[in-house]
T-cell receptor, first 111, second 115 residues
Framework: GNSVTQMEGPVTLSEEAFLTINCTYT??????LFWYVQYPGEGLQLLLK?????DKGSNKGFEATYRKETTSFHLEKGSVQVSDSAVYFC??????????FGTGTSLTVIP | DTEVTQTPKHLVMGMTNKKSLKCEQH?????MYWYKQKAKKPPELMFV???????INESVPSRFSPECPNSSLLNLHLHALQPEDSALYLC??????????????FGSGTRLTVV
């Protein structure tokens, strides 16, 4: 079956620190991979995506590369800001009717 | 218009009340979804509508009743809820149910409290 495993949180970083949130997946076929971000009290926003192996998704300084050989899609940012504090969800779609979400990783960035 | 709009943002209801949640999108998306999200958990799929027809019901109790009056609107009718149904209810849409390479667009959600 399909599943996504994210690193446990919460993660606390100082401003301008480097961020990595690990995500690995299990899927049949060739899924698309996504990172969503949820700010406090809000819905989920698509942060970035990749639809095939070796694709790199990027947005707002965040990047993730679709690695088929390691079944991974780790989220990285070189210098986090206080405004990046949120919950980050890794997800996959198998081109069916739904997403499979990871459990979410809470990030707090302190000044 | 690239948004999914959900109303109301907050709702408090008693266990004997009947209320409805509303979701609207004008992006021409033909698939719409209801998700339930408990605190510190990922969203859980409840229902999928494709071309205004219910295509997936994830064994949701009958006290939740979805409705899709047209391609832009999705409602969730609530009746005789329990306190454990308190959660953030998220609506989402995508271009087609079977081709979601572009991802979902989520609304901001309705925070429901059942008292």
């Amino acid at each position: 079956g399909n599943s996504v495993t994210q690193m446990e949180g919460p993660v606390t970083l100082s401003e301008e620190a480097f961020l990595t949130i690990n995500c690995t997946y299990t899927a049949t076929g060739y899924p698309s991979l996504f990172w969503y971000v949820q700010y406090p009290g809000e819905g989920l926003q698509l942060l970035l995506k990749a639809t095939k192996a070796d694709d790199k998704g990027s947005n707002k300084g965040f990047e993730a590369t679709y690695r088929k050989e390691t079944t991974s899609f780790h989220l990285e940012k070189g210098s986090v800001q206080v405004s990046d504090s949120a919950v980050y969800f890794c997800a996959l779609s198998d081109r069916g009717n739904q997403f499979y979400f990871g459990t979410g990783t809470s990030l707090t960035v302190i000044p | 218009d690239t948004e999914v709009t959900q109303t109301p943002k907050h709702l408090v209801m008693g266990m004997t009340n009947k209320k409805s949640l509303k979701c609207e999108q004008h992006m021409g998306h033909r698939a719409m979804y209801w998700y339930k999200q408990k605190a510190k958990k990922p969203p859980e799929l409840m229902f999928v509508y494709s071309y205004e027809k219910l295509s997936i019901n994830e064994s949701v109790p009958s006290r939740f009743s979805p409705e899709c009056p047209n391609s832009s609107l999705l409602n969730l009718h609530l009746h005789a809820l329990q306190p454990e149904d308190s959660a953030l209810y998220l609506c989402a849409s995508s271009q087609e149910a079977g081709t979601i390479d572009y991802g979902y667009t989520f609304g901001s959600g309705t925070r429901l409290t059942v008292v």
